[in-house]
T-cell receptor
Framework: AQKITQTQPGMFVQEKEAVTLDCTYD???????LFWYKQPSSGEMIFLIY??????QNATEGRYSLNFQKARKSANLVISASQLGDSAMYFC??????????????FGAGTRLAVHP | KAGVTQTPRYLIKTRGQQVTLSCSPI?????VSWYQQTPGQGLQFLFE???????NKGNFPGRFSGRQFSNSRSEMNVSTLELGDSALYLC?????????????FGNGTRLTVT
């Protein structure tokens, strides 16, 4: 069965520093997609970044980058130059189904990030 | 472009009642899926609809049901509410046919069952 593991229940970082949030996954599919979402205390889920299993380069979106190591089945999120507004829960998720046509995501337990001034 | 809209934002119900939650997807998105988020179980997939058809269903009892209308708007219904149904219910919409298309979530409906 597909599974996402986030081993860091909580992390804190000083403002303007970089932080890495860990995510490992387990799947027997060759084709899959990995997502990171941010959830502030308001509850909305905000899409941050996507990595496809066949993408040769690590994904980047502004201050967010994904350290994708396929052989180790890890997809760690790196946030550079942390800001106070980055304080939130962060979820790693995997799209189930080789074709991606089925929009079922498997989520990890999440990591709560606190950014200190 | 308007995002995913969920109504209502908050609901308080008593055990045994039923509830209906509504979701309007992003314009042009025809796939709508629902998730339940609780402190104990985390985020769990409920079901997905496309073109008014349920394509996939999570491991939830039959008390949880949903439907999708021709305009892609979706509703989910929970009957005979139990205390354990208290949760944040999130709706997400997405384009189909693009493997890298992310799910865009609404703000959620927070249901409290007393």
């Amino acid at each position: 069965a597909q599974k996402i593991t986030q081993t860091q229940p909580g992390m804190f970082v000083q403002e303007k520093e970089a932080v890495t949030l860990d995510c490992t996954y387990d799947t027997s599919d060759q084709s899959y997609g990995l997502f990171w979402y941010k959830q502030p205390s308001s509850g909305e889920m905000i899409f941050l970044i996507y990595q496809g299993s066949y993408d040769e380069q690590n994904a980047t979106e502004g201050r967010y980058s994904l350290n994708f190591q396929k052989a180790r089945k890890s997809a760690n999120l790196v946030i550079s130059a942390s800001q106070l507004g980055d304080s939130a829960m962060y979820f790693c998720a995997m799209r189930e189904g080789a074709s991606g046509g089925y929009n079922k995501l498997i989520f990890g337990a999440g990591t709560r990030l606190a950014v200190h001034p | 472009k308007a995002g995913v809209t969920q109504t209502p934002r908050y609901l308080i119900k008593t055990r045994g009642q039923q509830v209906t939650l509504s979701c309007s997807p992003i314009s042009g998105h025809r796939s709508v899926s629902w998730y339940q988020q609780t402190p104990g179980q985390g985020l769990q997939f409920l079901f997905e609809y496309f073109s008014e058809t349920q394509r996939n269903k999570g491991n939830f009892p039959g008390r949880f049901s949903g439907r999708q209308f021709s305009n892609s708007r979706s509703e989910m219904n929970v009957s005979t509410l139990e205390l354990g149904d208290s949760a944040l219910y999130l709706c997400a919409s997405s384009l189909l046919g693009q493997h890298n298309s992310p799910l865009h979530f609404g703000n959620g409906t927070r249901l409290t069952v007393t």
